[in-house]
């Protein structure tokens, strides 16, 4: 049980300290992508830094819900981080929240975002609340489709359990892997609000989605704002990851395997990290009433993925 | 069709009889000016809208340091003809007819007259100010003479009323002035229900210096250092401009050598800056490689001109009565070299622009500026050319070496962002073929001649393309041969109004896209 526990603290630790480097590691590469000098692998932690020590300022009309915001979100950022088996399956936390509760805990984050964007009451606020709801409405069924197909296989909806099956049984090609890889691939992009759907790196404020929400925040607010999206993405890759690639992963009572999990995941990370960079460099951002039909998309792979599993498996 | 061959001058006469009064104070001879009554003002301008014309620009004077009232000047073009005609209007009663309800395009000119010098328009629908924001005293018209520049003004309390739309699901979503990037200031307000757009109204004025009040303080000569800062990125076209108003004003003219730099370096600034929008208007469909790869290319240009004229934008290059930079051989040389690897350089990204299908979705059919619509407007230049017109003041209104080495105009119909981009590609092409041509065929000479100041009452006006759209500069000596009246029209007074409407019927997140793709300047509208 100790075990369990410090395992949990140690990947949370983990979360929050090398999420921002995978983020630095996605700008890096799109700048040398770009023929540009790269402002290093570090620079996020340094934004983070600077951040931390600006001052916070308030609209005169926010309340209490625009303040508690960032820290809600943040919070169940941390929470997804200890749900999510990124470097081991032995998670207590993992055992008592499965894949539903982590898509509500995400849920939550986006919720209080939603709230705190439009509590200052400004244009902009309210016009990416709207935009991200209706992203949300459209990517969290598609989500649910596409884990619930690695659930069929597995058994159960807990990540950890997922995560073990797939560790313990002999590698073979599953046609609802495929097509449930494909799906959670496109709902991520618009979960972490990447290119073609959201550009996180603009500064146009009529065309923004996540963005226009914490327009309003500065300080220690946007900080936190800020890591918790780095956190997003990072988790939403190591996900897939434990979800399609957990190979290398530290399974239960296995403390041995732990170096090479951090290895095996810097590894696939780093490769995701450049298949980001390749699809946003190559990509224009999408109309946003085209961003409904790329959702819709996810959702038809999540469901033949479901329905291949039935027929095939 | 027999009609519509005569041409402005004789419809005009033909129409106005001994009411036109033609006026020699004008140079060059070749855009005439007439006088007419201010009651029939109005009518000129049906008659010479009747024949196709073009409302170019319409400005106001005060003329009393002649002894008159002001004057109300209207500027018109209908193919290679370019006509202006006057009307004066007394001190005490500062009213003339206003041209709106025949010219779309009068709306701000107006606007701007009333708000600057005090002359009302009279039946002109929208009399909010212009340029001058409600903050102003209602009673300091800062153009006229009796006006100090160098005054102090206390700051009024003072509302504008914006255009209102109401309705179940509608709001208004407010942008600027101050906006995220380093872009000017400007606001635009939207009307939205969801996320279509039903209305958007500009505006603008947060940059204005002033800048026509100064030059009536300034000698000549200094006159064309301000001219070039009217826009920084159009410092050529502005210099240029000014210059050629000058020496038609005085007189002189600039030695063939001077005249083929200029359209050197007014060349190298049209391919500078539509190599720069195209990587922006990617950028503002989230497609940054191009951003950054065409800020190479432009960069590599503005370094070029570093190096060989010692100012990156090519600023003060062009002066009165001629040009202050030689281009020697080994700066030829250099020019065409550059040229060879920009060019390479950018049919490579111009081919990787058109092979990505998610950048054409998001270009084509965004923004539609009608044909009916941009003639209706009088917009110029590379808009005008997106959208079906065949204006190019290098082609209408010649001068060397552009009736030697003739530009191929683009068209494009259908009037979208595709079709504004696609202008800037064929006119970058363009450009490098004319530089080219124009370092081959070079003619040797001087390069400044003396150009004394303007006879007091002279008046000189020009035409140039810039990289934007034509550009118009009159300017008028006062009775001791100073500047008394400079007026700048930018391409953007004009094309900002069409904006409004290409708009309609677009989404919100795709206005920024659209707004890049039109790339008006804010400094040159606001002056």
């Known amino acids: 049980m100790i075990y369990s526990i410090s395992i949990e603290c140690l990947q949370i630790a983990f979360v929050l300290g090398a999420a921002p480097l995978f983020v630095g590691w996605v700008r890096m590469l799109k700048c040398w992508a770009h023929g540009r000098a790269s402002a290093g692998l570090l620079q996020p932690y340094r934004d983070i830094y600077k951040l931390f020590y600006k001052d916070v300022t308030i609209a005169r009309n926010a309340s209490w819900i625009f303040r508690a915001a960032p820290y809600i979100t943040f919070g169940a950022c941390v929470l997804a981080g200890g749900i ?166 530290a399974g239960v009572y296995n403390p041995l395997m732990l170096p090479v999990a951090f290895v095996s995941l810097a590894a696939k990370l780093a490769a995701i990290g450049a298949a980001i960079v390749l699809v946003e460099t190559r990509l224009a951002k999408m109309r946003i009433f085209h961003v409904p039909e790329f959702l819709g998309i996810a959702f038809i792979l999540a469901t033949l993925g479901m329905l291949s599993f039935f027929m095939l498996e | 069709m027999k009609k519509n061959a005569m041409s402005l001058r004789d419809a005009l006469i033909e ?297 990156r934008l090519t600023m003060d290059m062009v002066v009165p009565g001629g040009v202050a930079v030689d281009v020697s051989a080994g700066a030829a040389s250099a020019i065409q070299d550059e040229l060879a690897s920009v060019s390479g350089e950018f049919e490579r990204l111009v081919r990787i622009c058109e092979d990505n299908p998610s950048l054409e979705d998001r270009v084509y059919g965004a923004g539609t500026l009608s044909a009916a619509l941009a003639k209706e407007m009088g917009v110029v230049g590379l808009v005008a050319r997106a959208s079906g017109q065949n ?33 800037r590609v064929e006119e970058v092409r363009d450009s490098i073929r004319i530089i080219r041509e124009i370092l081959r065929y070079l003619p040797s000479g001087p390069l400044v001649t003396g150009c004394p100041a303007p006879r007091p009452g002279a008046m000189g006006i020009s035409v140039v393309e810039g990289w934007r759209g034509e550009i118009i500069w009159w300017l008028q000596a006062g009775p001791k041969s100073e500047i008394n009246r400079a007026m700048a029209r930018d391409p953007s007074m004009v094309t900002w109004l069409a904006l409004e409407q290409a708009i309609k019927g677009n989404i919100v997140p795709d206005f920024p896209l659209c707004n890049k793709s039109f790339n008006q300047s804010y400094s040159g509208n606001d002056l």
């Not at chain 1, 609802?176 to 494909?182: G, P």
Request: aromatic fraction near 10%; proline fraction near 6%.
């Open chain 2, 15 to 311: 129409a106005l009889g001994a009411d036109a009064a033609p006026n020699a104070g004008q140079y060059p001879a070749s855009v005439p000016l007439f006088e007419a009554p201010k009651a029939r003002f109005a009518e000129a301008a049906a008659v010479l809208k009747a024949r196709e014309a073009r409302l170019v620009a319409e400005w106001a004077t005060d003329e009393t340091p002649f002894g008159r009232g002001f004057g109300v000047w209207a500027l018109y073009n209908a193919g290679d003809e370019y006509l202006t005609v006057k009307c004066g209007v007394p001190y005490d009663a500062p009213e003339f007819p206003s041209l709106t309800k025949t010219y779309l395009g009068a709306w701000r000119f107006e606007r701007r007259m009333q708000s600057l010098m005090g002359v009302e328009p009279a039946g002109h629908p929208d009399t909010r100010p212009w340029i001058k924001h409600e903050d102003w005293p209602k009673d300091a018209f800062p153009l006229r003479k009796s006006f100090d520049g160098e005054t102090y003004l206390q700051r009024v309390e003072g509302d504008y009323r914006w255009v209102r739309a109401e309705g179940e699901g509608v709001y208004e979503i407010p942008v600027g002035p101050v906006h995220a990037g380093i872009i000017e200031p400007g606001h635009f307000r939207f009307q939205a229900v969801g996320e279509d757009i039903i209305n958007l109204e500009e505006r603008l004025g947060y940059v204005h210096k002033g800048i026509e009040k100064r030059f009536e303080s300034l000698s000549w000569t200094d006159g064309a250092r301000l001219a070039g800062r009217v826009s920084g990125d159009t410092t050529v076209a502005h210099a240029m401009g000014y210059c050629q108003a000058l020496e038609a004003a005085a007189g002189c003219a600039a030695p063939p050598r001077a005249q083929w730099i200029r359209a050197l370096l007014l060349e190298r600034e049209r391919i500078a800056n539509h190599i720069g929008d195209i990587g922006a208007i990617s950028n503002d469909a989230a497609f940054t490689f191009l951003l950054y790869q065409t800020a190479i290319l432009r960069e590599r240009m503005l370094r070029t001109n570093k190096t060989l004229f010692g100012h």
């Open chain 1, 84 to 249: 999510i088996p990124v470097i081991s399956t032995d998670l207590p936390l993992s055992l008592s929240a499965d894949v539903i509760a982590l898509v509500a805990v995400f849920a939550i984050a986006r919720f209080f975002t939603a709230l705190a964007g439009m509590d200052a009451g400004t244009a902009f606020g309210g016009m990416g609340s709207s935009r991200e709801m209706m992203v949300a409405s459209l990517a969290e069924p598609a989500m649910l489709m596409s884990v619930f197909t690695i659930s069929l296989v597995a058994g159960s909806t807990t990540l950890s359990q997922m995560v073990h099956v797939s560790l313990s049984s002999p590698l073979v090609l599953r046609p609802s892997l495929a097509f449930a890889l494909l799906a959670f691939a496109l709902v991520a992009i618009a979960e972490t609000g990447r290119i073609p759907v959201d550009n996180p790196a603009t500064h146009l404020e009529l065309t923004m989605i996540h963005e226009a929400m914490v327009l309003e925040y500065s300080g220690r607010h946007l900080a936190l704002i800020e890591w918790a999206g780095e956190m997003k993405l990072f988790l939403f890759a190591s996900l897939g990851v434990a979800l399609f690639f957990p190979w290398g992963m």
């Open chain 2, 391 to 423: 204006l190019d003041a290098r082609v209408q209104y010649p001068t060397p070496p552009y009736a030697d080495i003739i530009p191929a105009v683009p068209r494009l119909r259908s009037g979208d962002v595709h079709a504004r981009v696609w202008v």
